[in-house]
């Protein structure tokens, strides 16, 4: 792959918090890039470090007790981790825009909707004072608000769960920016309006070809019919990448397996019960030694408790984090 493909570049991420329980590694040596053009994936349960790998990308972790402690983020030949904070406003909504997770908390509810997304417009310089509210009603418009101009006036209190998410969408792509990272875009909206909503989000990359989508999900479904390539997360680390198609059809680490066994199979005459991962996601403080899926893991093994896997390629493009594919898990354990 050449180099002037990528958009975007993570090394050696690591991004903690220091609570009165411990200190909690949320993010604990991230590397993985983003393409131009591509819908990237990534997935994981809850609490794995999906958001948080996010967040730090554009330094939105609250510090305290939040700290990026290592690691480059690299776009556009300059590290967004050691860029003044003043850059990093320029940054943010016009060359990397984010949807976060809920918008009703996403959007302040004493400013109006029209408010809302012209000062993302004005803040960047993006079109001349004058087209400024032309341009926010035409945004709005995009994302399907019906009589944008009149609900310029409204505020988020008076918009439905899906009009908001839309509204989100609107400020995120305002200013037609390289990347959009979208976390859990579809949460609390039902399957109809979900399938807006992935629409809207790849209409961006209609209005720019070279523009990435980073789309940060639960929901497996959502990655199967958008992605181009996944990244599966647990414990702050990457613990699998492939391309989306070898990925669902032969999946390689024990976490991505139980995923992807936990999925409802209408072709499947007989399932009466779904399969669930044992146990749950421990806390950021409490995740095992060794590899973090050890103690939720059906083909464990002695070394996997006492030493983390590294992560291998395994094929062209396709990484795995798992002793089972490590050349000599014994030799490697002494």
Known sequence: MHRDEILLEVKNLKTYFRTEAGLGK????VDFNVRKGEVLGIVGESGSGKSVTALSLIRLIPNPPGEIVSGEVLFEGKD???????????VRGRDIAMIFQ?????????????FQVEEIIRHHGFVRESEVFDHAVKMLEHVGIPDAAKRMKDYPHQFSGGMRQRVMIAIALACDPAILIADEPTTALDVTIQAQIIDLMLSLQERRKEAAIMIITHDL?????????????????????AEAEPLFE???HPYTIGLLKSLPRPDLQKQHRLYTIPGTVPSIIEFPAGCKFSNRC?????????????????EDGRWVRCHLFSSSPE????
């Not at 030799?331 to 002494?334: K, Q, R, S, T, V």
């Open 221 to 241: 479904a959502v990655i199967a019919e958008t992605c181009q390539r996944v990244i599966v997360m647990y414990g702050g680390m990457i613990q699998e990448v």
């Open 26 to 29: 949320a993010i604990d040596g």
């Open 298 to 314: 059906e083909s464990v093994m002695p070394i996997c408790s006492r030493v983390e896997p590294k992560l291998t390629e395994v």
């Open 102 to 114: 809920e918008p009703m908390t996403s959007l302040n509810p004493v400013f109006s909707i029209g």
């Open 331 to 334: 030799e490697e354990g002494e």
């Open 80 to 90: 967004l981790l050691k860029v003044p904070l003043e850059e990093m406003y320029k």
């Open 250 to 252: 032969e999946p390689l």
